[in-house]
């Protein structure tokens, strides 16, 4: 099915441990993007990508990597976990035209220990 | 700082009565309005949206208005029902500037029977 889809849907790790998130939309959307979702905080930008190759940082970047290299694909890394980077993940992906929208994926819950 | 915010983290009303969701927002660039709605477990999904260049838009039970010179917006829901349970989320953005969608913390809903 068309959409766009998150692996793994829950992950747990421990502190120091590399963590990586992937994202797969088949929409062929230029944009995608990662949020971390938190009680009070909401959604809050990690990283975005305007096409292949091309990333940015967002609000909270710290303590993660992403790449690129295909259009469909957007994983993010988490390079040494730290129990704040305990969250939900969602990856999104949107076109890059006038008045788009965002489409999420399910999300990814992580518990760092 | 937030730029978009939604100063009621909780509301609840009873079934088949209007429920009235409270956005503000700082940055008077922003020119494209998005309400989400999520469930637990599940991603945000696209409810509604209003260009600025309009200052309502409805969509079934959903309607928005914008206030652009109070920086303000608000989904209407009526009549509210049981599946409206969720938390919603306020978002904007500068159209054709990046794609850079900022969320509010959100406010969760429940309808009660």
């Known amino acids: 099915d068309a959409g766009i889809t998150q692996s793994p849907r829950y992950k747990i790790t421990e502190t120091g441990r590399q963590v990586t998130l992937m994202c797969h939309q088949t929409w062929s959307h230029s944009y995608m993007f990662w949020y971390r979702q938190d009680l009070g905080h909401g959604l809050r930008l990690i990283y975005y990508?305007?096409?292949?190759?091309?990333?940015d940082k967002g609000e909270v970047p710290d303590g993660y990597v992403v790449s690129r290299s295909k259009t469909e694909n957007f994983p993010l890394t988490l390079e040494s976990a730290t129990r704040s980077q305990t969250s939900v993940y969602f990856c999104?992906?949107?076109?890059?035209?006038?008045?788009?929208?965002?489409?999420f994926g399910s999300g990814t819950q992580l518990s760092v220990l | 700082d937030q730029q978009v915010k939604q100063n009621s983290p909780s509301l609840s009303v009873q079934e088949g009565r209007i429920s009235i969701l409270n956005c503000d927002y700082t940055?008077?660039?922003?020119?494209?309005f998005l309400w989400y709605k999520k469930y637990p477990a599940e991603g945000p999904t696209f409810l509604i949206s209003?260009?600025?260049?309009?200052d309502k838009n409805e969509d079934g039970r959903f309607t928005v208005f914008l206030n652009k010179s109070a920086k303000h917006l608000s989904l209407h829901i009526v009549p509210s029902q049981p599946g409206d349970s969720a938390v919603y989320f306020c978002a904007a953005y500068r159209d054709n500037y990046g794609q850079n969608f900022v969320f509010g913390p959100g406010t969760r809903l429940s309808v009660l029977p």
């Open positions: 940055n008077s660039m922003f020119d494209y």
């Open positions: 999104a992906s949107s076109g890059q035209g006038r008045n788009e929208k965002l489409f």
């Open positions: 209003i260009s600025s260049i309009k």
């Open positions: 990508s305007a096409a292949a190759d091309i990333t």
